[in-house]
């Protein structure tokens, strides 16, 4: 059983900064693929991020060069930073594991999720 936790969202400006955290609970977090995914109301999940055991990383168009994901496989936590964010950016995003170790992009091959944390940019 995996249990995730996000922290780190809240209301922010156009152009600021947010950090999310992930705290994952399993004694096999270092082991796979873990992904960030942002929804918004009336929308499907929509891919952002998703980090490899090995360090390999893969962004979402829309996100890559603003945002960043690491892992620090001691802590059990995976990390979003978030930089010049934008209107757009406003969901509430989820921490989620994959099911294997390869990155893969699509919600369905996640089986564990978070319960999400809102972020908000204002304009």
């Known amino acids: 059983q995996v249990r995730l936790v996000e922290s780190g969202g809240g209301l922010v400006q156009a152009g600021g900064s947010l950090r999310l955290s992930c705290a994952a609970s399993g004694r096999t977090f270092s082991s796979y693929v873990m992904g960030w995914f942002r929804q918004d109301p009336g929308k499907g999940r929509e891919f952002v991020a998703a980090i490899a055991r090995s360090g390999i990383t893969k962004y979402a168009d829309s996100v890559k060069g603003r945002f960043t994901i690491s892992r620090d496989n001691a802590k059990n936590t995976v990390y979003l930073q978030m930089n010049s964010l934008k209107p757009k950016d406003t969901a509430v995003y989820y921490c989620?594991?994959?099911?294997?170790?390869?990155?893969?992009?699509?919600?369905?091959?996640?089986?564990?999720w978070g319960r999400g944390t809102q972020v908000t940019v204002s304009s």
């Open positions: 989620a594991k994959d099911v294997g170790r390869v990155i893969t992009t699509t919600p369905g091959r996640y089986d564990y």
